[in-house]
């Protein structure tokens, strides 16, 4: 069975503090990996997708930048938070693009 | 670009009362997915229905593609069916349906 881990759960950093998210799939060979971030009370906007290692594709430019350095991993970052990044962050997968779509349990970022 | 819109924004019921939410979208993009988050949390499948009719329990959803249009049904609401419904076709996401069930 295929298992998506996010970390931390919650995050609360100071503006201008680096951050870095992660997430991991097991269990799924070469998925294809999504970053979208939720603002509270809002809906889901994407920011990245990978469908390949070491291959990221920016759909919003939000000041975060996205990694993904092995088949199953991939890292949502940046140097210097803003307000603004506050808000619930999720990671997915997906067999192919327009597949179903399975979500992670998400990290709440708090930005002060 | 493409677009999702879903209503009603909101729906209040009374325990075991029927709902119909509704998602219409702009392009005929064959991969709608229905999803279900309670307040602070991630998101559940409730379905991938990028055409026809589905059910599991007292969840029925319906997608016509021609029609740009995909619906769920929630018959004999529960305080547990609380929460906010969202539709997605591929990787855009409907605003949401937020329902509140009340005994």
């Known amino acids: 069975a295929q298992t998506i881990h996010q970390w931390p759960v919650a995050e609360i950093k100071a ?10 799939i097991k269990g799924k060979s070469s ?3 999504y970053w979208y971030w939720q603002a509270t009370g809002g809906t889901l906007q994407q920011l990245f997708y990978s469908i390949t290692v070491g291959q990221v594709e920016s759909v ?3 000041n975060l930048s996205a990694s993904r350095p092995k088949d199953d991993q991939f890292i949502l970052s940046t140097e210097k938070l803003l307000l603004s990044h506050s808000g619930f962050y999720l990671c997915a997968w997906s067999l192919w693009n327009y597949a179903e779509q399975f979500f992670g349990p998400g990290t709440r970022l708090t930005v002060l | 670009g493409q677009q999702v819109q879903q209503s009603p924004t909101s729906l209040v019921l009374q325990e075991g009362e029927n709902a119909e939410l509704q998602c219409n979208f702009s392009t005929s993009l064959n991969s709608m997915q229905w999803f279900y988050q309670r307040p602070g949390g991630s998101l559940i499948s409730v379905f991938y229905n990028p055409s026809g009719t ?3 329990g007292r969840l029925t959803s319906t997608t016509v593609i ?3 249009r995909s619906s769920l049904h929630i018959s ?4 547990t069916d609380s929460g906010t419904y969202l539709c997605a076709l591929g990787l855009t996401f409907g605003l949401g349906t937020r329902v509140s069930v009340f005994p």
């Open chain 1, 15 to 24: 503006v201008g503090s680096p951050l870095s998210l992660g997430c991991t």
């Open chain 1, 60 to 62: 919003v430019q939000l």
């Open chain 1, 31 to 33: 998925p294809n990996l």
């Open chain 2, 76 to 79: 004999s609401s529960q305080i």
């Open chain 2, 54 to 56: 589905k059910q599991s």
């Open chain 2, 66 to 68: 021609k029609e740009r």
